[in-house]
């Protein structure tokens, strides 16, 4: 019996190009004056907080509105954080380039998975031009490669893998685990580490904190005092991990003092660098990173300080086939042979299958503004960092913690006759964060909160600085009576 099968003209609608035309210019229009606005305007509002519950509420009325979706899209804008305000100082996050954003939109109306060739075959050429060029960046030599991935925490977990597949004796792959695995990290690693390692079925014990010096680097003259108590738990040490920089106070570890170690003990020797890895383009501040050249493995965003949006990773690997060691099972269904080493089935490297076109983003950067973008970003972040310090240094009632190595800056209002530090600079932040007029966060460095910039924004200035230590100075005034 024949049936006939209508579509539905709502559907037909879903792809209808004349409304992507219209509501796309309409949208970039939006975005155009958005971005003007928060540059130009230190008056508008970085961020408009709201209760987390109000929020939902909020949006559960929306969804039933019948405005039109421009205005849904202005409410996004009207109730989101703006990055590209001068006066966003807070999370590690890229301000994105306009062209690495519109590059955006085309890679989510191809919509094409990369890790199978067919899927993506101009995004995993571009892939393979882009990790080159990091790796090349790095130092390393002709036989090493590497792919993008969804975000610091998942590269740092493959880098982990590969560190198991490489020197965890026999297949835990296949065969689990028959003995008690660890890696050595700093006190000070991203929680990330942490949570790779617990993920790979190490345990808390698996996690081997070495205490970091006054500079908040992993302390080296510790290392073999570590390492042997691990030993004498019984635990494998298979791994040790530098930071490039340290996530609270952007401390970059002694790289080759680390090499060194790792090659006498026959670790792996992984380096997270997903936010200051990228100095490797800067001439100016490459020396931050000496020696990570020597590392098996590196971890670089590109939606760090790199101009590019989230998420967008590289993972790098000294010897390639370390990359493809790491995932061995077989998918019939997407490649003949998972033995076999392309550099263009990343399926076979990462976790992810349907990948996104991350590399669309970071390669038009390059293209439309040449090879040196990154450097000059980096410089100007950087160079930031330091000018803001030396403002706070000269400023008084401030305490900078210590003169930063990057463009994480931690400091503290201490003008106050109170010993309660903490709590005092928690509500110099919910105040700021109510008046929308800056966005910064905060940490803990041992038992002192700090309160916590990143200088993420190449057009922030100095100005921002001073206005914002003159705005903790206005709230701290009524906060003291």
Known sequence: MNENIFLDESLEKVYNPSDFREIGHQLVDMLA????????????????????EKELSYWKEDISSDTGIMDFYQKILDRSIHVHHPRYMGHQVAVPSVISSLSGLMVDVLSNGTGVYEMGMASNALEKIVTDFVADKIGYGANSSGFL??????????????????????????????QKLAVLVSEEAHYCIDRAARILGFGSEGIVKVPADENFKINTSLLEEYLKKAKNKGLTVIALVGCASSTSTGSYDDLNELASFASEHNLWFHIDGAHGGGVVFSKKYRHLAKGIEKADSVVIDFHKMLLTPSLNTALIFKDSQDSYRTFEQKAQYLWDSQQSREWYNS???????????????VYSNIRMYGND??????????????????????????????????????????????????????????????????YIVQTMIGEDRYLRTSIMNPLTTEVDFNALLDEIEKIANPILG
């Open 33 to 52: 004056d958005h971005l003007g606005q928060v540059q130009s305007n230190r008056e508008q509002s970085v961020i408009k907080f709201e209760d987390p």
């Open 347 to 361: 399926g076979k490297r990462t976790f992810e299958c349907t990948k996104l076109m991350m590399s669309l983003k």
């Open 373 to 438: 973008i990154f450097e000059k970003n980096i410089d100007r972040l950087y160079d930031l960092g330091k000018a803001f310090s030396r403002i706070i240094e000269n400023r008084e009632g401030f305490e900078l913690l210590i003169y930063p190595e990057a463009n994480i800056v931690n400091f503290r209002y201490t003008n106050i006759s109170e010993n309660d530090l903490n709590s005092f600079n928690s509500k110099i932040r919910e105040e700021l964060i109510l008046s929308g007029k800056f």
């Open 149 to 178: 991935t969804s975000g610091g925490t998942l590269a740092n977990l493959t880098a982990l893998l590969a560190a198991r597949k490489a020197k965890a004796p026999g297949s835990v792959w296949e065969d689990g685990h028959n």
